[in-house]
């Protein structure tokens, strides 16, 4: 098993930045991807960022490249996102998620194995 835990959301201005912060714990050796989702109300799930582990592969939604940059510290087994320029469109509950899959297409689809409880990130106008 997995532990996800997210932290560094909060409310910030249009234009500002926040660094989302994922801590994993247990057999973390087993997951091959780590990143993050996010959710704003009346909407589905969706993809934002994700790495390997090993830092040589990377990949991002088209609405926030650019913009946000994920990264990983795996001395600390902890993943970061980065987000400046943020938007009232970024306000959602972001969920770090980590996939054993060896494949980024699952990844993207949501189809990942463990699932932290989010944290909320609200971007004012």
């Known amino acids: 098993q997995v532990q996800l835990v997210e932290s560094g959301g909060g409310l910030v201005q249009a234009g500002g930045s926040l660094r989302l912060s994922c801590a994993a714990s247990g057999r973390t050796s087993t997951t091959y991807f780590i990143g993050w989702f996010r959710q704003a109300p009346g909407k589905e799930r969706e993809f934002v960022a994700l790495i390997n582990w090993s830092g040589t592969i990377s990949s991002y939604a088209d609405s926030v490249k650019g913009r946000f940059t994920i990264s990983r510290d795996n001395a600390k087994n902890t993943v970061y996102l980065q987000m400046n320029s943020l938007k009232p469109d970024d306000t959602a509950l972001y969920y770090c998620?980590?996939?054993?899959?060896?494949?980024?297409?699952?990844?993207?689809?949501?189809?990942?194995?463990?699932w932290g409880q989010g944290t909320q990130v609200t971007v004012s106008s």
């Open positions: 998620t980590a996939s054993r899959a060896a494949s980024v297409f699952p990844v993207v689809a949501g189809k990942n194995d463990y």
